[in-house]
């Protein structure tokens, strides 16, 4: 009778701390290497070269993608944008946001405060919380200097070259030796394809930005899980870009881990929507669609 009641006491204890283990690992939070991080350029180029090197990528840009000329929706897009970018991690830098006319789901960012979101993205949002997730995260990687970093990167592995003199102010610096180079920099496909971990970052960093500015927070978990949904149903329509990020179930696992923990309640207040969102929304539906189509 003792010896079961041993055996049995033993079995319990087993039990007890499994599941404290488990508990233990379901609390471990993949944002907390994020957490007391901060950004500068030390080590990257100048902001001043940044935002150089930026404007040139842009010039780039447009010649591959179309963008939506409507005064108010490019409007729209840049008062949500900035209203998120000055409440980030960098809100001193000029920051500029456009609408890029392609039907497949995708959003990115470069260099220097320059952010692009697809109209396909917008039709995927239902609210403005949603679509504010999407471009915190954007901003978030420019805060983190994601971009930067994957220049470095590109320098470090040969696939540009001549960096510092044509940025830097050297003799032989030419609007033409800039434009090459951001030319390089797109035709290489680095410049926008950052790690697993870098969009983990921009995913925490874009949190924040979306619950300082205002919004509610489950906006970014249910934007989540429609990319989970499309991926699932519909993996065409994710742009390239996207296609690379960790996966959208995963990001809303996190999502909701960070917000319990850190944010409790966030999900419950501020805004989900606004009238103008719903414009803007009725706007993007009734537009013609568009693939993208590069242009010679």
Do not use: C, W
């Not at 925490?204 to 429609?226: D, H, I, K, P």
């Amino acid at each position: 009778m003792q010896i079961h009641f041993f055996a049995k006491s033993r079995t319990i204890a087993v039990v007890l701390i499994g599941a404290l283990f488990f508990t233990a690992l379901a609390a471990e939070n993949p944002y907390d290497k994020f957490r007391n991080r901060s950004y500068s350029n030390r080590g990257y180029l100048s902001e001043e070269d940044e935002i150089t090197l930026g404007a040139e990528v842009h010039k780039e840009i447009l010649k591959q993608h179309r963008l939506v000329n409507d005064s108010a929706l490019n409007s729209y897009i840049n008062s949500l944008g900035q209203r998120l970018a000055g409440r980030s991690a960098r809100p001193n830098l000029r920051y500029h946001f456009f609408v890029v006319d392609d039907s497949s789901i995708n959003a990115f960012a470069t260099l220097g405060g320059y952010v692009y979101i697809h109209t396909g993205l917008l039709k995927a949002t239902t609210n403005e919380a949603q679509l504010a997730s999407v471009l915190g995260h954007e901003i978030g990687h420019i805060a983190a200097r994601h971009g930067l970093e994957n220049v470095k990167r590109a320098q470090k592995y040969g696939l540009i070259a001549g960096i510092a003199g044509i940025i830097a102010g050297a003799a032989g610096r030419t609007a033409g030796n800039i434009g090459q180079l951001a030319a390089n920099l797109i035709a290489g496909g680095m410049l926008m394809k950052h790690s697993r971990e870098a969009e983990r970052e921009a995913d925490y960093l874009g949190l924040y930005n979306l619950n300082r500015a205002g919004y509610n927070t489950s906006g970014m978990v249910q934007m989540f899980e429609t990319l989970d949904r499309v991926s699932n149903s519909q993996p065409d329509l994710l742009g390239s870009i996207m296609r690379s990020h960790p996966p959208a179930r995963e990001r809303a696992e996190n999502t909701r881990l960070e917000i319990s923990q850190y944010l409790r309640g966030s999900d419950r207040r501020g805004i989900e929507s606004t009238r103008e969102f719903e414009a803007i929304k009725e706007r993007v539906e009734s537009a013609r669609p568009r693939r993208h189509r590069p242009r010679n």
